[in-house]
């Protein structure tokens, strides 16, 4: 087994910079209306799918609420772009991309995030799904005109025909009063169906295809549609146009020594004391264990609410705003919401080091409308220690037994996860035998697992399905379980990725085989030994027939491909509360997942 183990400092001026920082108002959702340039391939409409077997062609129907670029030979496809401009946002939205297509997503109309059907796709590049796309440069020799594009961390897309959620924290590239630009626009955070695929990414220019080709404060969200059949929902976008508030004015007192509560203080004289223009440049005066009170006005451009938050890292903080006062400290941190009026406020912050290995320092940030979470104090000595993940290395490891976590049942004990060289990934649930998830991408996570004493626990690190919550899927002609259960174990099939589980169900032995698909595309699946009736394949009450033999279950996005000339067509039925997607089984069952 081959473990990545290491450890590493982060600041929380980074971590908040990464996008861990969410809207204080209520973002703006838009529709086809918000938009200009539609030239008559794009259309509002209720509702849009794909055959993934045919190219570059969505179906849909009559309705509101998703925008769907339908190129055809009369009207061919067109970028659109908003009517509005931003700056610093947060971007959220869903996308649906047709077989073999491509789109994208312009920050500012200049930074594309790629959108492209890239399912199987092993090794992401810049022109992947997902990727930030290249520069270009048309006096380079070819082969070298693209540069700094960056491709996702690794590859999470799902199947074309098939929604995916696109999550984006954005930073406007900075300009002085001159209008000379002074800092580099950059992707805080991008989020690909739940999993970070782009951290803290500075981007040094527009990218290929930009609207201005230079670098601006202000642009519009732009959306390509001259590639290909795409359709999106639910597009909300967050401002953030306020000014970043400043501290100034600082004042320090540092008394000697471990304290814990304000009374110690009595009586005592401060070992250091001063002024310093910003709490950055305020001294380390005392090395040893000791207490430091700060005065300081912090200005903010606007009057309104805001919210401050002041960490101590393995100490003890207190903090006020205005004419309070500070009267007990906590080691929980402590979070001030204060209506605050424009211009300079007085705060009063107290930060204990009251061990030997408490963190010299503190962290203190503020938020409000129109404000990111803003770090208000960057010091390497506020930073706090965090432990890289154990990852696991698929290669090494394809298998491994741990528990779960899985939403709204007790933790699993008995979950075997299995990898494959295609990163098409699953978590079989051997109390139940039940295939509760299914994730493309990176294996697992085990840091919870083995960290410290570790609490047994693995994580998916790609995009988890959760398809089925554990519980026995064969059940009688009348939906009824037997409650007599008990697991065999499993085997790897002749040295391969492939597994056989083996169970006893009332009285037979039930052999589950799982296959890798040498596509790349999912799963096959064989279920040998179960009594005539019906086997739950997924949880969900929707089924949309694609096709004979194929079918997308779109509560979960997955693709069902069987033979129903054989065993009959799907059904959903709810089993104590529970809907689910059930196959006809005749004392076998076979299908493929596909995802």
């Not at 803290?200 to 290909?228: K, W, Y």
């Not at 309070?324 to 705060?347: M, P």
Request: proline share 5%; net charge negative; with cysteine.
């Amino acid at each position: 087994m081959i473990l990545n183990k290491h450890v590493c400092l982060l600041t929380t001026a980074l971590a908040l910079q990464l996008g861990i920082v969410k809207a204080q108002q209520n973002p703006v959702k838009l529709t086809l209306d918000s938009f200009e340039g539609n030239k008559g391939s794009w259309t509002e409409v209720g509702k849009v799918w794909a055959d993934p077997t045919v190219p570059n062609t969505l179906q849909s129907t009559d309705g509101s609420g998703i925008l769907a670029n339908l190129p055809s030979k009369k009207k061919a496809g067109v970028d659109i772009t908003s009517l509005e401009k931003y700056g610093d946002v947060d971007l959220s939205l869903e996308f649906l991309v047709a077989p073999e297509s491509n789109s994208g997503v312009y920050l500012q109309g200049n930074y594309e995030i790629q959108i492209l059907d890239s399912w199987t796709t092993t090794t992401p590049k810049p022109g992947d799904n997902g990727g930030i796309y290249q520069r270009w440069d048309e006096s380079k020799p070819d082969g070298q005109k693209g540069y700094q594009g960056y491709a996702p961390r690794q590859n999470v897309s799902k199947a074309p025909g098939v929604w995916q959620k696109l999550e984006v924290s954005f930073q406007a590239p900075r300009f002085d009063a001159a209008g000379k630009k002074i800092e580099n626009a950059r992707f805080l955070s991008v989020k690909l169906n739940g999993v970070t695929i782009h951290e803290n990414l500075e981007v040094f220019g527009p990218t290929r295809g930009a609207m201005t080709g230079t670098d601006v404060a202000l642009g519009p969200l732009r959306i390509q549609g001259d590639h290909g059949a795409v359709a999106f929902r639910n597009i909300e976008i967050t401002p953030f146009d306020a000014a970043i508030p400043t501290v100034s004015n600082v004042s320090y007192e540092t008394f000697q020594g471990s304290f814990t509560n304000l009374n110690e203080l009595a009586g005592k004289t401060p070992n250091a004391k001063g002024t310093a223009p910003t709490l950055s440049e305020v001294p380390a005066a005392v090395s040893d264990v000791n207490l430091t009170k700060y005065t300081a006005n912090l200005n903010v451009k606007e009057a309104g609410d805001y919210q401050l938050n002041l960490q101590v890292p393995g100490g003890l903080s207190g903090l006020a705003v205005g004419d309070e006062s500070i009267s007990t400290l906590t080691d929980r941190g402590v979070r001030v919401r204060k209506s605050l009026k424009a211009g300079d406020n007085t705060i009063h912050i107290i930060a204990s080091k009251n061990r030997n290995w408490s963190v010299d320092g503190f962290n203190l940030s503020i938020s409000g409308t129109g404000l990111r979470n803003t770090d208000l104090l960057i010091s390497e000595a506020g930073a706090s220690q965090e432990t890289d993940p154990i990852l696991v290395d698929a290669d090494e490891t394809p298998v491994l037994r741990s528990f779960r976590d899985f939403p709204g049942v007790k933790r699993l004990s008995h979950v075997v996860s299995v990898a494959s060289k295609d990163q098409v990934n699953y978590a079989y649930d051997m109390e139940t035998g039940t295939l509760i998830q299914l994730w493309r991408g990176e294996f697992l996570d085990a840091t919870p697992m083995w960290n410290n004493r570790g609490n047994g626990v693995s994580i998916p690190r790609g995009a988890v399905i959760n398809l089925s919550a554990p519980a026995v899927n064969a059940l009688s002609g009348d939906f009824i379980a037997s409650e007599e259960f008990r697991t065999k174990g499993y085997q790897l099939m002749d040295g391969s990725e492939d597994i056989e589980f083996k169970y006893q169900l009332a009285g037979q032995t039930v052999t589950d085989k799982i296959k890798m698909l040498d596509t790349g595309k999912g799963i096959s699946r064989w279920v040998t030994g179960i009594s005539d009736g019906y086997y739950k394949v997924a949880s969900g009450s929707q089924i949309q027939k694609i096709k004979p033999g194929y079918y997308l279950l779109p509560e979960t996005g997955v693709y069902l491909e069987y033979d129903e000339s054989t065993f009959g067509s799907p059904i959903t039925h709810a089993t104590d509360g529970n809907e689910g997607i059930f196959l006809p089984a005749k004392g076998k069952i076979a299908y493929n997942l596909l995802f």
